[in-house]
């Protein structure tokens, strides 16, 4: 059974601080990792992609691979009230098609 | 900038009756995938779609479901017979390659 990891929550940050959401997979084959944001009763909004090992950096958002550590992570920076929501994490499964998400984790940005 | 949508918003149904669940998929885009989250739950994969066949389908996309693309723009799923645990948010999206982007979604309600 394939299966994505993350820490429910909620992780509080003050407005300002780095946030850090992380995410671990089980299936060792996996090859593309992504990042959505899921405000309440809305739909995912995708985030970042990243297929390699390493860093990826998009505005204020950088995500982390580390696929011997079968692990990815997600740090927010100057993070915003507008940044609190449910941020999910999906890997690709063996096929290339179906995304596999984990439960998300809640974010709460306080002001 | 080009989106996923999906319609009816919400649906309403009684049990043992069928459903149809409609998409317009970005329009350059060849993949096309369902995804049911119940309320409080974790996005879960149910069918890809490429090149007018499945690619890919979940254990819960058994015989009561089936997708079909009826003309060049729309992508639907169809639920024969609807059972209580039908009732959940479905989302359709779509990739041109590994980033999937989704719809907001349809709210199904099933009494």
């Known amino acids: 059974q394939k ?11 003050p407005e300002g601080a780095i946030a850090s ?6 299936d060792r084959v996996s090859q593309s990792f992504f990042w959505y944001r899921q405000y309440s009763g ?12 390493g860093d990826k950096e998009d505005g204020r ?5 580390n696929k011997a550590s079968q692990y990815v992570s997600l740090l927010i920076r100057d993070s915003q009230p507008s940044d609190s ?6 890997v690709n499964d063996q096929a290339g098609t179906a995304l596999i998400f984990g439960k998300g984790t809640t974010l709460s940005v306080s002001s | 900038e080009p989106e996923v949508t999906q319609t009816p918003s919400h649906q309403v149904t009684q049990m043992g009756q069928e459903v149809i669940l409609r998409c317009v998929p970005i ?10 989250q119940i309320l409080g739950q974790k996005v879960e994969f149910l069918v890809s779609f490429y090149n007018n ?28 017979s609807t059972k209580l645990e ?15 982007y989704f719809g907001p979604g349809t709210r199904l309600t099933v009494t």
């Open chain 1, 3 to 13: 299966e994505v990891e993350q820490n429910s929550g909620p992780l509080s940050v």
């Open chain 1, 21 to 26: 959401l992380n995410c671990t997979y089980s």
């Open chain 1, 42 to 53: 809305k739909s995912p909004e995708l985030i970042m992609s990243i297929y390699s090992n």
């Open chain 1, 61 to 65: 958002f950088t995500a982390q691979l």
């Open chain 1, 85 to 90: 929501a449910t941020y999910l994490c999906a």
């Open chain 2, 27 to 36: 329009s350059n885009h060849l993949y096309f995938y369902w995804y049911r």
């Open chain 2, 53 to 80: 066949e499945i690619s890919e389908k979940s254990e819960i996309f058994d015989d009561q479901f089936s997708v079909e693309r009826p003309d060049g723009s729309n992508f639907t799923l169809k639920i024969r």
């Open chain 2, 86 to 100: 039908d009732s959940a948010m479905y989302f359709c999206a779509s990739s041109e390659q590994g980033e999937q």
